[in-house]
C-alpha cells in the first residue's frame, strides 16, 4: 500500500505497491546465465538462452524504471524519498570504489611484490625459476625471457586523448547542472548532449586501442601478468563508461520531455556523481597503467 501524508514533508515516506518486477528480473538473469553455461560448452541452444534473457531483463528495467519515473512525475517521492536515494547513491558509488581499489591493489602486488620476488629467487633463496631473467622493469609479463613478446601501450598517444575527452565531459556534466539550477533547459540539454557525444568518442577510442593491442602490439589477455591487469582494469573501466552512457541518455530523454526541476532532480545529479566517478577511476588507470 502506497502510504502518504499530506500534512508535513517531515513525515512523508512513499511506500509503492508490492511488484512482480523482481521476480521477472531473477528469471530473466537466471536465463542470461544458463544460456552463458550453455554456450560454453557448445551446445546451439545457448545464444538463444542469452538473447531471450537479456531481453527479458531489458524488458523489466524499461517498465520497472519507467513506473519510478511516473512515481516520481506525480509527486509521490519528496524530502525524505530524496535523502534515501542520495544515501542509496553514495554508497554504491563506495562499493564501487572498493571494486577498483580491489583491481588497483592486485597491480600493485605483482607489479611491486610477487614478480619481483620471483625474478629475484636467486641471490635470497639459491634457487629461481627463471635463471636467465635478468630484467626487472615494468611493464612486463611475468613469465620469463621466453614469453611472448609484446609492446606495452603508451600514455601520450590516444590514452592522453581520451583524458582529455573525459574530463571534459566532466566539464560539460557540470555546466548542465548549473544550468538546470538556474532553469536553464536550452543549456542543460546542450550539456548532456556534449557529455554523452564525448563519453561515446571515448569508448570508439578505446576500441580502437584494443584493436592496436591485439593486432600490432602484441598486448593481448595472454601477455602475462601486464596484459591480465590492463584488460581488467581499463575493461571494467569502460564498461562503467557505457553504463553511465546509457544512464546519461535515459537522462538526457527526460530533460527534453521537460522532466526535472532546479529543486527536484536527483536522478540527474545521482548520474552525474556516477560520471565523476569514472572521470576519476580514470585518471588513477591513466597514471598507474598507462604512465608509470
Known sequence: MAHTNAGSHDTHYFVPQPSIYPFILS?????????????MNKFGLGPWMMLGGFGIILYVLYNWFGKIIHESQSGAYRDWEDKSFRYGMIWFILSEVAFFAAFFGALFYVRNISVPDLLTMLPRHDVTLYPEYKDLLWPQSGQGPKAPAFTPMG??????????????????????????????????????????????VF?????????H?????????????????????????????????????VIYGRSLKGHFTSERHF??????????FVDVVWLGLFIFVYWL
Request: glycine share 14%.
Open 155 to 200: 600514455a601520450w598517444g590516444i590514452p592522453a586523448l581520451n583524458t582529455a575527452l573525459l574530463l571534459t565531459s566532466g566539464a560539460t556534466i557540470t555546466w548542465a547542472h548549473w544550468a538546470l539550477l538556474k532553469n536553464n533547459r536550452a543549456q542543460l540539454n546542450l550539456g548532456l548532449f556534449c557529455t554523452i557525444a564525448l563519453g561515446v
Open 267 to 276: 536522478a540527474f545529479e545521482g548520474v552525474a556523481w556516477y560520471w565523476h
Open 203 to 211: 569508448l570508439g577510442f578505446q576500441a580502437y586501442e584494443y584493436h
Open 27 to 39: 528469471g530473466g538473469l537466471f536465463t542470461l546465465a544458463f544460456g552463458f553455461i550453455l554456450q
Open 213 to 249: 593491442a591485439y593486432h600490432e602490439l602484441g598486448l593481448t589477455m595472454g601477455a602475462g601478468v601486464y596484459g591480465a591487469t590492463f584488460f581488467m582494469l581499463t575493461g571494467f573501466h569502460g564498461f562503467h563508461v557505457t553504463l553511465g552512457a546509457i544512464m546519461l541518455m
